[in-house]
């Protein structure tokens, strides 16, 4: 039995909060699971304190870029040995199936050894660059240093919580930064038990510290005057509210926010092949995604086909035990959750839409908060259903008269960061430059890339998280001048 639990990590001390109980209750049964006291005031302020002291005068501040690697490498390595451990906390905690490897340990396992590699070799321009000589009006040489932008506030969402990790201490400690992990109060038991590896790996005391509780616990790891970024993942709502903290002590901000991410099918698709990929990308994680693609753009003539087998693959999907390898979708995180997605579903109905698949509740699964995989028509791109996040398993189809009106519904939105567009690669090429997103997947793409970055703009973020440019968010420019 996985031992669920959960404590503060400060200053290289495991501590029992002094704030309010967080009560974690299974997604999949609507039980308790544990009972964990969460940060006070003076907690959080000293991991900001262990954190800062870390990066300016303690062991951390004196390791160089190699050791730093090695740490990094031993992280991943430890995380590969526990691997079934950590699935099984996610599937405890959250509710996702353990299928899901790749979102919530593989994954982030690769995402931690491309960190570790690129603190080994350095940002791509170098932890120095020189500039060309200077004559006027005398010589002189110039260089530009490359430094770590100092105290990390890392603060993550709970629908994929060690690959958020990935994203956020991965680049901040392969750049030098220390760091104050904040998660969502829904993610406790996950991201405790990557920071006991963290620990097991040997990162020196303030590295990672690690508090969580209510939203006072955010608002001051944000504010404190010690932290110099905050990288923050969840809704746009949140996300602003993050920058209104931080910008009286002008700290850099970046932000992973929401999606509403298109799905087209070009014409000439052919439609049967591409129903299940389509349909498994708003379900996996059950839908709590900010990448699933849930409005999904078909040809007219397609319309009735595609909604058809859409409907039939969702509708045998296995949704239920996430300890079961059979399953494909699992709870939605609270019975809270449960209650809005419910919410936005049956005002969609109330405003003309049909729901063809699903629509709530799973027949025969009576505990828990589980959803049922959704297909929903008749809603036009400006309904709020086609419009906002739901962070549920639940899908809308429209149907386009032309290429130029799919890619003015794909680009109606307030979000911009994900898509999928098949049909014939030059002609997929060509609808991708014209889609406004941080990432367009063409023909279900190749697979993961740990070199590429994740984000977007408008409502979807600020910065980019992973690759080489989620790598470089962590960094300050210093340019040194001397004459010759």
Known sequence: MTNLHAALHVGGKWLTGDGPEIRTVSPSTGRELAVTPSAGPNQVAAAVAAARHAFDD?????????????????????????????????????????????????????????????????????????????????????????????????????????????????????????????????????????????????????????????????????????????????????????????????????????????????????????????????????????GATTRTLVPEKDFDEYVERSAEFLGNLVVGDPFSLKTAVGPLITGEHHRNVSGYVARAVDEGATVVTGGGRPAGLDEGFFFAPTLITDAPNTAEIAQEELFAPVGIVLPYRDVEEAIRVANDTKYALNANVWGPTPDALAVARRIRSGTVTINGGGGRRTDAPWGGPGHSGIGREGGEEGFREFFEVKHVQWPL
């Open 58 to 290: 303690g062991e951390w501040s004196r390791l160089g870029p190699r050791e730093r690697s090695a740490l990094l490498y031993r992280l991943a390595d430890l995380m590969e040995r526990d691997r079934d451990r950590l699935l099984d906390l996610a599937a405890h905690e959250i509710g996702s199936p353990v299928g899901n490897a790749e979102l919530h340990v593989d994954g982030p396992i690769a995402y931690f050894r491309w960190f570790a590699e690129a603190a080994r070799r350095g940002p791509r321009d170098g932890w120095e660059e020189p500039l060309p000589l200077h004559h006027d009006p005398v010589t002189s040489a110039s260089t530009l240093l490359r430094e770590p932008a100092g105290v990390v506030s890392a603060i993550t969402a709970y629908n994929g919580p060690l690959m958020l990790c990935a994203w956020k201490l991965g680049p901040a400690l392969a750049a030098g930064c220390t760091t104050v992990l904040a998660p969502s109060p829904k993610a406790i038991l996950c991201n405790s038990a990557l920071v006991e590896l963290v620990e097991e790996a040997g990162f020196p005391p303030g590295a990672v510290n690690l508090v969580f509780g209510p939203p006072a616990v955010t608002e001051q790891v944000v504010q404190a005057d010690e932290v110099d970024l905050v990288s923050f993942t969840g809704s746009p709502a949140v996300g602003g509210m993050v920058m209104a903290l931080a910008a009286p002590g002008l700290k850099k901000v970046v932000l992973e926010l929401g999606g509403k991410s298109p799905n087209i099918l070009l014409p000439g698709t052919d439609v049967a092949s591409v129903v299940a990929p389509s349909s498994l990308r708003f379900c996996r994680n059950a839908g709590q995604a900010c």
